[in-house]
């Protein structure tokens, strides 16, 4: 059980465009999921947390307009990179909450985004 | 707010013999620490975790890890590595319930594991 998904995994697009990522949790309900951003050969970035029906929190830094998060269901968040550049390309890591008391995530494999 | 400091980037060891990867963290709350193992171009996967019940965690894979208050460590240790256990380590740690249910991820420990 507690399994994440992630759509794409690997996408390329040119400059200028927007992408999407859909990050689902499949056999539970997620109230909160969080979205991370790992640049090569290092660690995990939280970018915001994304709660179902409110908007997003994010991080200090982290630009609300260019990454947007829609939560719109127990079981579905979005991040969809507006006007992508190539400094944008990075592994895309969405998380989901499945136990507040336990403090424990559950990862999805992640999405590689270039921009090209 | 939380943090966690991985002391090594890179730790090297030989078949056979015992892993060792450091964490020390920081937290104004009960903590929740947890290891997670990252393969190339993988998604992160769960070694183990401490949640205030035991202090020493058993985790998949033969991995343990000691909470450690007095130190403020979580260190990850295997008796014996295999090559399958080259990989990026990454020790996390979370506060309580009371606060953000979000994590904070150490720099990474990048294990090789030479034949």
């Known amino acids: 059980g507690a399994v994440v998904s992630q759509h794409p995994s690997r996408v390329i697009c040119k400059s200028g465009t927007s992408v999407k990522i859909e990050c689902r949790s499949l056999?539970?309900?997620?109230?909160?999921m969080f979205w991370y951003r790992q640049f090569p050969k290092k660690s995990l970035m939280l970018m915001a947390t994304?709660?179902?029906?409110?908007?997003?929190?994010?991080e200090q830094g982290v630009e609300k307009d260019k990454f947007l998060i829609n939560h719109a269901s127990l079981t579905l968040s979005t991040l969809t990179v507006t006007s992508a550049h190539p400094e944008d390309s990075s592994f895309y890591i969405c998380?989901?909450?499945?136990?507040?008391?336990?403090?424990?995530?559950?990862f999805g494999p992640g999405t590689r985004l270039t921009v090209l | 707010a939380q943090s966690v400091t991985q002391l090594d980037s890179h730790v090297s060891v030989s078949e056979g013999t015992p892993v060792l990867l450091r964490c020390n963290y920081s937290s104004s709350y009960s903590p929740s620490l947890f290891w997670y193992v990252q393969h190339p171009n993988k998604g992160l996967q769960l070694l183990l975790k401490y949640t205030s019940a035991a202090t020493l965690v058993k985790g998949i894979n033969g991995f343990e890890a000691e909470f450690k208050k007095s130190e403020t460590s979580f260190h990850l240790t295997k008796p014996s590595a295999h090559m399958s256990d080259a990989a990026e380590y990454f020790c996390v740690v979370s506060e309580s319930p009371y606060n953000n249910n979000d994590m904070r991820f150490g720099a990474g420990t990048r294990l090789t594991v030479k034949p």
């Open positions: 994304s709660n179902e029906g409110s908007k997003a929190t994010y």
């Open positions: 056999d539970f309900q997620a109230t909160t």
């Open positions: 998380s989901a909450d499945w136990d507040l008391a336990s403090n424990e995530q559950f």
